[in-house]
């Protein structure tokens, strides 16, 4: 079955950092493109990062670019999204998904809120 | 970059109706779009690909169609649990743009 489980949200402060990670499994994490979702409290999804298999290619949304990064560690079936210089319109739920071009799988989120 | 935008962005309607929702692009893309379900308080679940293939355990009460930039999704008989928000979400290329959503309430 697959299972992804995300973890590291929390509060913090505008200007902060946080590590969001996703731990993967239930298949063969390294044959998998993965992304990032957001879901900002009564707001819809957006979609903000994704990484290839091998982590030689990443994409992410314009208002992410230059303060967050993507990446994974095959060996230990994790996903990652380091967020730094946070803004209160960062706060929302993250969720992690396998992508096979589309959504398949997601996790149920980790909450981060950005506020002082 | 490509913009998805949903209409209508509310949408309440009896049991038993035939609902439709649309999905058009700012450029075209093919046939890369998917649709998700989301229920209240629950996460998103794929519903269609490929414009029109429908996900395995998916009621067949939904369909899907369209090609280029302009899509649709169906619910053929509307029935209580399809209470949602619904997404359109291109794929072809990034960033995988979501629509703004569609949320569908029982009348």
């Known amino acids: 079955e697959v299972q992804l489980v995300e973890s590291g949200g929390g509060l913090v402060q505008p200007g902060g950092s946080l590590r969001l990670s996703c731990a993967a499994s239930?298949?063969?994490?390294?044959?998998?493109?993965m992304s990032w979702v957001r879901q900002a409290p009564g707001k819809g999804l957006e979609w903000v990062a994704n990484?290839?298999?091998?982590?030689?290619?990443?994409y992410y949304v314009d208002s992410v670019k230059g303060r967050f990064t993507i990446s994974r560690d095959n060996a230990k079936n994790s996903l990652y999204l380091q967020m730094n210089s946070l803004r209160a319109e960062d706060t929302a739920v993250y969720y992690c998904?396998?992508?096979?071009?589309?959504?398949?799988?997601w996790g149920q989120g980790t909450l981060v809120t950005v506020s002082s | 970059d490509i913009q998805m935008t949903q209409s209508p962005s509310s949408l309440s309607a009896s049991v038993g109706d035939r609902v439709t929702i649309t999905c058009r692009a700012s450029?075209?893309?093919?046939?890369?779009l998917a649709w998700y379900q989301q229920k209240p308080g629950k996460v998103p679940k794929l519903l269609i690909y490929a414009a029109s293939t429908l996900q395995s355990g998916v009621p067949s009460r939904f369909s899907g169609s369209g090609s280029g930039t302009d899509f649709t999704l169906t619910i053929s008989s509307l029935q209580p649990e399809d209470v949602a928000t619904y997404y359109c979400?291109?794929?072809?290329?990034?960033?995988?743009?979501f629509g703004q959503g569609t949320r569908l309430e029982i009348k």
């Open positions: 990484i290839k298999q091998d982590g030689s290619e990443k």
């Open positions: 450029q075209g893309i093919s046939n890369y």
């Open positions: 979400q291109k794929y072809n290329s990034a960033p995988l743009t």
């Open positions: 239930g298949f063969t994490f390294s044959s998998y493109w």
């Open positions: 998904a396998r992508e096979n071009y589309v959504l398949h799988y």
